[in-house]
């Protein structure tokens, strides 16, 4: 059973009370750094759910810049003792550079030797200290980006925390430290991601503009679908669009175009690809 640590968890739900009033959606996290509250959905073998359902413990699709909603979520995790800040979601559609100085990297001077390549600075703007030594750089995106997580893909050390993806926000309580703000960052607003920059977190196109090319009108009709899902719902049309592709016999043929469909909206691939497999199964289909 979880450790109580009242006066932690209290000043945990400040923070992220406080964040939500600069627009930052956010989450209740455990001292291991993972959401605090559990899926309701433990050991369901069915597709993914997102938080369509309705009650908590859906990690980072929890997240609310709601007082209430926030609340709620801290007193249904009365053992967190720090909370999340939900990456990719409006009004900052926030990207995280975290730059990690253990197992003898050197993040920091690996993202100065890639603004001296590409010709980008980062800009001042919010800076927070790990308990490690690392920091997290804030940066905002354009809206019409899906920025996806990585690690150390950019360079060893240098992990991105883009859409489906959190920060541990400043002033949470971990089995390691606080996490807390570089002194004269905390109040910034978050800086513009330079452009170069951006293209070297985006992945390369696709030789094919068209990612259901080959799959006929119905194929592209279903990627189509999958394209323009709103948050909420991007799972719940993926799913219905691969049943229709293995019910048609184009399931093994667009199961890639509906992944690469779904990630563009930011659903994290892996969550894509179970999603795909629980339809493959649900039709009588081997994923």
């Known amino acids: 059973m979880a450790t109580i640590d ?17 627009g930052l959606a956010v989450l209740p996290l455990s001292r291991a750094k993972l959401p605090a509250l559990r899926s309701p959905h433990h050991g369901d073998p069915g597709p993914a759910c997102h938080g369509e359902c309705g009650r908590l413990g859906h990690g980072v699709y929890d997240a609310s810049a709601d007082p209430a909603r926030i609340r709620e979520m801290f007193a249904a ?6 909370y999340g800040i939900a990456c990719g979601l409006p009004p900052y559609h926030l990207i995280g550079v975290d730059l990690d100085t253990k197992s003898g990297t050197d993040a920091p001077a690996a993202l100065r030797e890639l603004g001296l390549r590409h010709l980008f600075t980062i800009p001042e703007t919010v800076v927070v200290l790990t308990p490690s030594g690392g920091r997290h750089l804030w940066l905002t995106g354009p809206p019409d980006v899906a920025v996806p997580n990585s ?4 360079a060893p050390g240098i992990d991105i925390r883009g859409a489906g993806g959190y ?60 394209l323009t899902a709103h948050e909420g719902q991007r799972n719940t049309r993926l799913f219905w669009a691969a049943c229709r592709a293995y019910e048609n016999g184009l399931g093994p043929a667009l199961a890639t175009p509906l992944a690469e469909a779904a990630r563009h909206t930011g659903l994290p691939e892996h969550e894509a690809r ?14």
Do not use: K, N
Not at 8 to 22: G, Q
């Open 6 to 22: 009242r006066q932690a968890t209290t000043l945990a739900l400040a923070h992220a009370l406080s964040a939500a009033e600069r």
């Open 77 to 82: 995790a009365p053992w967190a003792t720090g």
């Open 151 to 154: 690690a150390s893909r950019l």
């Open 167 to 226: 920060l541990v926000g400043p002033g949470s309580r971990t089995d390691h430290g606080v996490y807390g703000t570089l002194r004269g960052t905390a109040h910034l607003p978050p800086a513009a991601c330079p452009p170069a920059l951006l293209r070297l977190l985006l992945p390369p196109p696709h030789a094919s503009r068209d990612p259901a090319a080959g799959h006929g009108d119905h194929g592209r009709g279903l990627v189509h679908f999958v």
């Open 274 to 287: 179970a999603t795909i497999a629980s339809a493959a199964r649900m039709t009588g289909h081997r994923p």
